[in-house]
């Protein structure tokens, strides 16, 4: 119990950093002129944000610090240099900047674009997570498969419940209407409907105006906008591997295997072909039902998962050390008979 206390401390002390840091952004870059001069003036912040996961080993707190900070916050201020993203339409306050730069939201002036997770899903979701923590203390008489599904229902699971909880939090104490963080992506027809329309969208949100729009600009001066669409595309993935490999640098601490880079390079290539696959099938009225792509998207997704995106936090025992750590959040809930925690979802 010591060690989790330090490691709440160290967790405290790296958020209050990136707060103050994120302070700097709104008094003082914010007044220099957008551009060249202003992103030379958040260097040190990216700086510290790239540094900060390092202070902490609790891999859930690592995870979901270096999300929000190295990935989502490093990006937004990229943005922000040149004024454009959520952090250049933000309300002229500091809690808001701060919540919106350094959480996963982005608020939105169309609330019929808001989902709220029905309150049902939510507990059935929060129960399920229960029943994969619990499990996971008898890993050692499970198929190596099972073991992978059960830890890829853990990351999806666990990152849906936190990002509803902190979508509830700023929506109840700001009133931002929130746009999507997740659109049923087990729904999913395709490969560019998952990763377009379905899953992660905020990281969609955010690598559409870094990286997609950007190059696809660039390349169409240099190719017909068919392939600047491809080699935007392709570069998108690229730069999503390299951030997931990072990541994954966080939580083992152990050499990139570059198996994670691999998978989005692979998904990158797949989507590419598919989008130019389906542009002729369409013009030749050819379609393939939802009753046959949802399944085979899914065969994909889940085998590539098993083959490339898992096994280098499997192999380092990263899932065994997350999953011990709900299992203690749980057994002190459990056993120190604390009221309510979903209240008002």
């Known amino acids: 119990m010591k060690e989790t206390e330090n490691e709440i401390e160290k967790f405290m002390k790296v958020w209050i950093s990136a707060m103050l840091g994120l302070c700097y952004c709104y008094y ?16 040190p912040i990216l700086y510290l944000f790239i540094t900060l996961p390092f202070k902490i080993s609790s891999p859930n707190l690592v995870a979901y610090t270096s999300f929000f900070l190295v ?6 201020l990229l943005l922000f240099s040149f004024n454009q993203g959520p952090l250049a339409l933000s309300p002229s306050n500091i809690l808001h900047f701060i919540s919106i730069a350094s959480l996963p939201i982005n608020p939105t002036q169309h609330p019929n674009t808001t989902q709220k997770l029905p309150k049902w899903l939510l507990a059935l979701k929060v129960l399920t997570l229960g029943i994969i ?36 939090t700023v929506q109840n104490v700001f009133g931002f209407q929130i746009e999507p963080l997740f659109n049923k992506p087990y729904l999913c027809t395709s490969l560019q409907d998952f990763w377009g329309r379905r899953w992660s969208l905020m990281i969609t949100r955010i690598l559409r ?9 660039i390349f169409t001066d240099v190719f017909n906008p068919t392939h600047a669409t491809s080699v935007a595309m392709l570069a998108t993935f690229l730069v999503s591997g390299l951030m997931h490999e990072l990541m994954y640098y966080y939580l083992t601490r152990a050499s990139p295997t570059w198996e994670v880079t691999c998978f989005f390079i692979l998904h990158g290539v797949c989507t590419t072909v598919e989008v130019a ?38 192999r380092n025992g990263v899932h065994k050390k997350a999953t011990q750590e709900c299992e203690i959040l749980v057994n002190f809930v459990v056993h120190s008979r604390l009221p309510y925690i979903y209240v008002c979802l």
């Open 209 to 217: 105006p870094t990286v997609y729009n950007p190059l696809r600009r």
């Open 277 to 314: 696959v389906k542009k002729v099938a369409l013009r030749r009225g050819w379609r393939l039902q939802h009753a046959m792509s949802r399944p085979l998207v899914m065969v994909f997704l889940v085998s590539t998962c098993w083959w490339l995106f898992l096994p280098q936090l499997l």
């Open 133 to 168: 923590v619990h499990v996971s203390s008898y890993i050692q008489y499970m198929n190596p498969h099972f073991i992978s599904l059960l830890y890829y229902c853990y990351l999806y699971l666990g990152l849906e419940i936190v990002l509803a909880f902190i979508t509830f």
């Open 71 to 76: 990935w989502l916050a490093t990006f937004k």
């Open 28 to 43: 003082i870059a914010s007044r220099i002129p957008k551009g060249f001069f202003r992103l030379l003036s958040l260097i």
